[in-house]
Every structure is written in structure tokens, then in C-alpha cells.
């Protein structure tokens, strides 16, 4: 799934649009992803200038919105369908190494479970096959007016 296969998925635009790309996708099961992290990314120029690193509540979200991806294709839907998922929880969040300009992120989002409108996953990132960081993501399915 190239860049505009991903922004059908993901009501999210730039500066916020965090995931490039999908490697696979597989409904009920899991979402691997890529997200490139520039230099020209904006937090850069006020997050550690000198040293920029990439801050992990981004790599929360960047793990959230693979996730989000997930959820819509098992679940069946799109935000064209009037639908959005929004983050509400997060567990168990670990950071292991530092996300810098350069980096390369895979996210992988695994479904654990849903409950009426509630998903559940285990999100992890990894930079050249290093764990940077892992979190347990529970989002919430929204129907939206309009």
C-alpha cells in the first residue's frame, strides 16, 4: 500500500500523516509499516536541535495510526465511511533506543481484541530490525457526523 492507498485509510495529513507506507496487511491479524523520519520533519527543529530525536509520543502515534489501519481493515471500513478510530488508551509504553534523522521505522501493530467499539493491539517499532519502542494501543471506533 504506496502513500495515497495510506491516506485512504488514515484521515491524517501532513505534518501528522506518520506512516509512508504498508508492507502487509492482514484482517484480524497484523500491519506492517514504514514510516521514513526526515530531518525536514518540524519537531526536529525544537526537539534536541543539537541532537534531534525523534519524541516517542510521535512513535506512539506513528505505531497507532498502523494500528489504525488495522482496525479498519478488519473491521471492514474506511474514514470515507464516515468512521475514525481514536487513540484512548495506552499501555506497557517502552522506549529502547533513540529514533534519529536517517531512521528507518517499522511498525508492526498486531490485533488483540475488540469489544462492542473498543480495539485492542500490541504496537512495536523497530529501526533496522533493533526494537525502539513497544506499547499496548487501545483505540476507539467513532462514527463522525457529515
Known amino acids: 500500500m504506496e502513500s495515497i492507498e495510506v491516506r485512504k485509510y488514515l ?17 484480524g491479524k497484523e500491519v506492517v509499516a514504514i514510516k521514513n523520519v526526515s530531518i525536514n520533519e518540524p519537531y526536529f527543529t525544537g526537539h534536541f536541535p543539537e541532537e534531534p530525536i525523534m519524541p516517542g509520543v510521535l512513535i506512539i502515534e506513528a505505531m497507532a495510526q498502523a494500528a489504525g489501519i488495522l482496525g479498519f481493515v478488519t473491521q471492514g471500513k474506511r474514514p470515507s465511511d464516515n468512521y475514525m478510530y481514536v487513540l484512548c488508551g495506552v499501555d506497557k509504553a517502552r522506549f529502547k533506543r533513540r529514533v534519529v534523522p536517517g531512521d528507518q521505522l517499522e511498525l508492526r501493530a498486531r ?29 476507539a471506533e467513532q462514527r463522525r457526523e457529515g
Open 111 to 139: 490485533f488483540l481484541a475488540v469489544k462492542r467499539n473498543i480495539l485492542k493491539f500490541s504496537g512495536e517499532a523497530y529501526v533496522g530490525g533493533e526494537l525502539a519502542a513497544s506499547a499496548e494501543l487501545i483505540v
Open 11 to 27: 484521515p491524517h495529513r501532513y505534518p501528522f500523516l506518520l506512516v509512508d507506507r504498508v508492507i502487509s496487511v492482514e484482517a
